[in-house]
């Protein structure tokens, strides 16, 4: 269903694009991204030792209109979180020290970005910019150190989705080269898991973590226009 909804939102965006010429004839681009954000434990608070978390994104955009584009992006990374209870079977071994797991996510989301000409004298994909968004995002928990499971396994997945927003500039260097920075917030919901031995308080814990991680970050981009 949500697969389904970025689908039609795609076709849909295309469908508008009638008679535009781009930037210089070009109307296409490919690009890579990176954002980094404040390591926020579920708690809220920054995790020992690791200050920031990083997320790599590959994406295709399209300009649909003077002052338009769409996009698609898959998004991968991973975060540590050190404070999570996720087996009410080994709660006595808990009471110490909090363990730290590994979160890995892939998502895939579809943006659109409106350009304000009337201030940056350009047209997309130059210019300032905001851009609204929805996305769906997998995620798995891993006890990388073996520390109740074995080493690298596998307890807990689920997903969840989210809208996201983000306010930045882009500028185009030697007429092909497409470079932007953004603010970006993302709110996600719909926690979804499944598998592995999770309680309902584990489960908020993580809704949290993934909350407070797309929160609010930073958003460097390159790309190619063709």
Same mark, same amino acid.
């Given at each position: 269903m949500k697969n389904g909804i970025l689908l039609i939102l795609l076709i849909v965006s295309y469908a508008a694009v009638a008679q535009v010429s781009g930037f210089m004839g070009k109307r296409q681009a490919i690009n890579i991204s990176a954002t980094v954000s404040p390591a926020f434990l579920s708690s809220g608070k920054i995790a020992k030792g690791q200050k920031v978390n990083m997320q790599y994104f590959l994406g295709y955009e399209y300009i649909i209109g003077s002052n338009w584009t769409t996009?698609? $992006? !898959?998004? +991968?990374? *991973? +975060? *540590?979180? $050190? $404070? =999570? %209870? =996720? %087996? $009410?079977?080994? /709660? /006595? !071994?808990l009471d110490n020290d909090p363990y730290e797991y590994k979160i890995n996510t892939n998502s895939y989301s579809i943006h659109f970005k409106r350009f304000f000409s009337k201030y940056s004298n350009f047209i997309a994909p130059v210019g300032r910019f905001i851009s609204f968004g929805l996305m769906t995002c997998n995620y798995s928990i891993t006890d990388e150190k073996g520390n109740i499971y074995k080493p690298n396994t596998k307890f807990a997945k689920g997903s969840v989705t989210g809208v996201v927003f983000s306010y930045g500039s882009s500028r185009v260097f030697f007429k092909k080269l497409? +470079? *932007? #920075? #953004? #603010?970006e917030s993302a709110f996600l919901f719909n926690l979804t898991p499944s598998g592995g031995n999770t309680n309902s308080e584990s489960l908020e814990k993580i809704d949290r973590a993934l909350f407070f991680r797309n929160a609010i970050s930073v958003k460097l981009s390159a790309g190619y226009l063709f």
């Open positions: 996009s698609v $992006n !898959y998004h +991968f990374g *991973s +975060f *540590s979180n $050190n $404070n =999570f %209870d =996720f %087996d $009410n079977t080994v /709660e /006595e !071994y497409l +470079f *932007s #920075a #953004a #603010a």
